[in-house]
């Protein structure tokens, strides 16, 4: 079972850029789709990012398209999600996963699961 480690939350104000990284083990990045998704206090966890295996593809949220790019390092097994012109409503807890059902497109529709610990993102106005 595939194990998640993500790191790189904090705190900046609005308009301001954050880097998460998603450390994987084994060799996730290259056999398994992985997705970012973050969830507030009192709110539906939502998945805002995918990567396919390798790379190759990406997709996101409605909410963070333009703003929001998930990529990886195959040979460290690091998944990032480069934020910037953060908002607001864009605190939250950031989880990284793993698409559970592999018959399912590597999209942000599909369901993910085996998170990590998550790490707190905090955005001031």
């Known amino acids: 079972q595939v194990q998640l480690v993500e790191s790189g939350g904090g705190s900046v104000q609005t308009g301001g850029s954050l880097r998460l990284s998603c450390a994987a083990s084994e060799d996730a990045v290259k056999r398994d789709c992985l997705g970012w998704s973050r969830q507030a206090p009192g709110k539906e966890r939502e998945e805002v990012a995918t990567i396919s295996p390798g790379g190759n593809s990406t997709n996101y949220a409605d909410s963070v398209k333009g703003r929001f790019t998930v990529s990886q390092d195959n040979t460290t097994n690091t998944v990032y999600l480069h934020m910037s012109s953060l908002k607001p409503e864009d605190t939250a807890m950031y989880y990284c996963?793993?698409?559970?059902?592999?018959?399912?497109?590597?999209?942000?529709?599909?369901?993910?699961?085996?998170w990590g610990q998550g790490t707190q993102v905090t955005v001031s106005s």
């Open positions: 996963g793993v698409r559970l059902f592999a018959w399912t497109p590597c999209t942000v529709a599909s369901v993910f699961g085996y």
